[in-house]
Structure formats: C-alpha cells, structure tokens
C-alpha cells in the first residue's frame, strides 16, 4: 500500500515537473506580457460541459422523433456555444500585463506585488480574475479600451531573500459561463525578505554608545582617565611608577579616546549562535538604532557598511542582511 502511495506521488511530482517546463517554454518569464492565442488556454466549464450534455440529449431525441423544432433547437444552442468560444477568448485575448513593482517585507507578512492591466487593442476586457495560487483569494478587475488598470495582489512570504510568487492564473468565464479561458504567466516579479527581527541584549558597541564629544574610558591618548590594576599585556609606558615607588601594588594609567555617535553593528559582537540568528538580531539593532536616529555601521565577513542613518541607509542595511549569503543579487 506504502509503495503505491509513493510510486502515485512519484507520477504526480514528474507530471508537475514536465507541466512546468513546458509552461516555461511555451511562456517564458517577462516583466510585461501581451495574451495572445500561444499564451491563452480554453476548455468548456463545468456548466459548459452541461451545456453540452443538454444538447445532445436533444439532439439524440430528435433524430428519435424526427422533431424538426428539436433539430432547430440544437442548432440554435450549438450556434450560441460557438459563439461564446469567439467572445470568451476574445475577453483576453489583446490585454497587456506589466509587473511594477514589490515592497519589501519581514517573514511572515503578506508581499504586495503591483500589476497593471491594459488593452493592446480597442476592446474592453470584462470580469477578469487573477490570483497567484488556486487556494488564494481572486481579484476580479475590468478593463475599458483606453484605461489602465492598477491591481495589488498580495503573497505570504516565509523566509529571508527573493519572494516569488510564481505564475500569476488570470482567467474568464465571460460572458455566459459556459467557457472557461485562462493563462499562466510569469512576470518576474520579486519581493525583498529582511531577516525576521529577534530581540536581544545590546551588543558591546552599542552599550558604548553616547552623545558626541563624550569621555569613554578605552585606550586612547586624548586626555588622563585615571588608574586601574596592571593587567598582562599593558604597555610599560602605561605603569603607574609613582604609585609603585610608594609601595602601591602594579598599576596602569587610563587614557580616554572622545567617541562620536557612531556604533558599529559587527557580525562578531552575536558569537556561538547560527548565521540566521546572527541575522535577526543584526536586523533588530539596525531598527532600533534608525528608531532613535543614531548612526549606525554594519559589518560583516566581507562587507561593510559605512555608519549612517536614515531610511536610505536602513534599506541599504536590511537589504545587505536580507541577501547575505543567498547567492541572489536580483
């Protein structure tokens, strides 16, 4: 029974994977897409099928009876399906897709990507619905000959990098519902993923943190501090030699250094914790730094961000996070 189970998963997963290579081929990925008879599928709907049931009922009752009202009935509904074909293709046939653009998100929220829609030719498009997936929520829009449509259409995000929502389905029953047309197409469109924002502790940088020309007791050579106890390593010319001519124990001198605003957000200050935590937490200081208006570098293996604020300077921040290590450069 397993086996089955798996070998019917198999087929479906290459049926998928060959359905897809051919959509990729037959409509391959482009910022702005215009439907043509190579990018638009047709097939009767569920009441179309029905539809089509119904008439040859009729027709078989007719030739039972020699009905000649029969004959002219079928004919009648036949010529009408026909019809519907023409006009249900033609409802998508010529519209223009553009992809706009994504905002960026955090994990977790829902992207909003912006599609326009317009006619490439003078005709109106008519009750048309467009989702990203078969289980999400369709946005049903109109197109007039000479407007332009502005839709936003939204995707859950997941995880850090490039968001793709995948092929967009725009489909149409217009305009008796007996046919369905529809088309699957790629705008490449992506939404930036920040990593997701994990409270924590202040890292040593940001705790030295204080307002400019402010006095901070690291070694430096702007003006005397006071003494501390001698600790291995400490320059000879730091030694406190009057305090030890006196009988004092082993002393060194402390120099201030005068610090700045600035605070380095450094990919060593979150050691012992795996890349995507380290991340996070150089995500969440990032935002509470430009919360407080506090200029702010970025450092990581490799890359450097000089010191900064501002939302120019935050979106650069969060896009380096966002893409660290992904490979994806979009």
Request: proline letters at 5%; charged letters at 20%; a neutral charge.
């Amino acid at each position: 029974m397993e086996t089955a189970i798996a070998s019917s998963s198999g087929l479906r997963a290459r049926a998928r994977a060959r359905w897809q290579a051919w959509l990729k081929r037959r409509i391959p990925p482009a910022r702005e897409v215009v439907l043509d008879q190579r990018r638009i599928f047709i097939f009767p709907s569920l009441p179309g099928l029905f539809f089509l049931f119904c008439l040859v009922v009729i027709l078989l009752a007719a030739i039972n009876y020699q009905n000649n009202m029969s004959y002219a009935l079928v004919f009648l509904l036949a010529n009408i399906f026909l019809v519907a074909v023409l006009h249900t293709y033609a409802n998508l046939s010529g519209l223009r897709i553009r992809g706009v653009s994504a905002d960026p998100v955090f994990p977790g929220e829902e992207a909003c990507f912006r599609v326009q829609l317009s006619a490439s030719g003078r005709r109106d498009h008519v009750a048309l619905r467009l989702r990203w997936r078969e289980g999400e929520a369709a946005d049903v829009s109109s197109v007039a000959d000479d407007d332009v449509e502005a839709i936003e259409l939204f995707s859950v995000a997941t995880t850090r990098g490039w968001h793709r929502p995948g092929r967009l389905l725009i489909e149409s029953t217009y305009p008796l519902g007996l046919l369905r047309c529809w088309t699957w197409i790629d705008l490449d469109l992506a939404a930036l993923v920040y990593p997701a924002p994990e409270p924590c502790e202040a890292p040593t940088g940001v705790q030295l943190a204080r307002p400019d020309g402010s006095a901070v007791p690291v070694d430096g050579n702007d003006d005397f501090f006071g003494i501390r106890a001698y600790r291995v390593g400490d320059s000879l010319q730091r030694i406190y030699w009057k305090g030890l001519a006196r009988g004092q124990s082993l002393q060194s001198k402390v120099y201030t250094a005068y610090a700045d605003r600035s605070v380095w957000l450094d990919w060593d200050a979150f050691g012992g914790i795996d890349l995507e935590r380290r991340l996070s937490r150089l995500c969440f200081w990032a935002l509470e730094l430009e919360r407080d208006q506090q200029e702010y570098g970025l450092r990581l293996p490799a890359v450097e961000l000089a010191p900064g604020t501002g939302p120019e300077h935050l979106e650069a921040v969060l896009r380096t996070l966002a893409l660290y290590q992904m490979g994806d450069t979009v």
